[in-house]
């Protein structure tokens, strides 16, 4: 018998909301990541949740990276060496695990709502998010619809 989960993430720019069904579970993290350089890679400092400047070491490379701002585009040096929307996604849906005693045997079935919100920051948001899911340990996806 294999134990696999199954995730639903409802995506808004501003927003995802990571449940899942089975545990009653459900967190909402905002889209946005403060990450640092420590030695070549770009690491994340908070995920989601604002980090007062007066806590923040005095350090020029910690920048604040709002994922799907069309003004703001993702700084280069950052994405280029690391997708922050990947580590933004594989953070969430380990949010799902947490609390769980056993994690899953599989890699958990991921339910992807909204896609369709995400025209104006990618010409193809599923492609997008896929590579993504897939980076995150996604088994399954499916986008758009939830099998019950």
């Known amino acids: 018998m294999s134990i696999s989960s199954k995730i639903i993430i409802d995506a808004y ?3 995802f909301i990571f449940i899942r069904p089975a545990k009653d579970f459900r967190v909402s993290i905002h ?3 403060y ?5 070549k890679t770009w690491v994340p400092v ?3 949740k604002e980090v007062p400047m007066e806590k923040l070491p005095a350090d020029p490379n910690i920048c604040r990276i709002d994922l799907f701002d069309v003004d703001h585009p993702i700084p280069s040096r950052i994405f280029n060496k ?3 929307i990947n580590i933004f996604i594989e953070y969430g849906i380990g949010k799902c695990f947490e609390k769980s005693l056993l994690l899953p045997l599989n890699r958990p079935a ?3 709502l909204g896609t369709d ?3 104006d920051q990618f010409e193809n948001p599923k492609e997008i998010f896929q590579k993504a899911l897939k980076t995150a ?3 399954k996806v499916v986008f758009d619809q939830v099998d019950l």
Do not use: C, E, H
């Open 82 to 84: 690391q997708n922050p």
């Open 110 to 112: 991921v339910y992807f």
């Open 35 to 39: 990450m640092t350089k420590f030695d």
């Open 117 to 119: 919100r995400f025209r």
């Open 13 to 15: 720019p501003s927003q």
């Open 31 to 33: 889209t946005f990541l």
């Open 137 to 139: 340990r996604a088994g």
């Open 46 to 48: 908070s995920i989601g």
